[in-house]
């Protein structure tokens, strides 16, 4: 966006597509100590009831998260940033991943502060609820 200064209620953030592979997953797991076998294993995921091996839902909401920084321009913008885990991104054993679909729109502007509803889909489903992040706009 070319000018954040003058952005308004219903403004929407440019959407933003990404891919979430296996060895994604691998170098989460390594960075955040998080090694539980749901994020590696088919067989660990699927023995507990779960459709395949998932990806983290911490490394689901900082991708979403992405999608405001990238707007924005500045980390440092963001003042709060929030999601309900509602679905799991079920990440398949092969080189295409599982694609994560994320959109944004401004839902208030205050005092230079926008509001922002982040919506987070993969195959067609929403994983994030509640997914807000308050921004602090350029002056």
Same mark, same amino acid.
């Given at each position: 966006?070319?000018?954040?200064?003058?952005?308004?209620?219903?403004?929407?953030?440019?959407?933003?597509?990404?891919?979430?592979?296996?060895?994604?997953?691998?170098?989460?797991?390594?960075?955040?100590?998080?090694?539980?076998?749901?994020?590696?294993?088919?067989?660990?995921?699927?023995?507990?009831?779960?459709?395949?091996? *998932? !990806?983290?839902?911490?490394? $689901?909401?900082?991708? %979403? &998260?992405?999608? +405001?920084?990238?707007?924005?321009?500045?980390?440092? /913008?963001?003042?709060?940033?929030?999601?309900?885990?509602?679905?799991?991104?079920?990440?398949?054993?092969?080189?295409?991943?599982?694609?994560?679909?994320?959109?944004?729109?401004?839902?208030?502007?205050?005092?230079? *502060? !926008?509001?922002?509803?982040? $919506?987070?889909?993969? %195959? &067609?489903?929403? +994983?994030?609820?509640?997914?807000?992040?308050?921004? /602090?706009?350029?002056?």
């Amino acid at each position: 966006m070319s000018s954040l200064g003058d952005v308004g209620k219903g403004a929407e953030l440019p959407p933003l597509e990404l891919r979430v592979t296996r060895a994604d997953l691998v170098r989460y797991a390594g960075a955040s100590g998080d090694l539980n076998p749901i994020h590696w294993s088919d067989r660990v995921a699927t023995g507990v009831g779960l459709p395949g091996v *998932i !990806a983290h839902g911490m490394l $689901t909401m900082a991708l %979403a &998260g992405r999608l +405001v920084t990238q707007w924005v321009g500045d980390p440092s /913008a963001v003042r709060s940033y929030g999601v309900r885990f509602t679905r799991p991104v079920v990440v398949p054993d092969d080189d295409e991943g599982a694609l994560l679909e994320l959109s944004g729109k401004v839902t208030d502007v205050t005092d230079g *502060i !926008a509001t922002v509803a982040i $919506t987070a889909r993969s %195959a &067609g489903k929403t +994983v994030l609820g509640r997914a807000v992040a308050e921004v /602090a706009l350029p002056a």
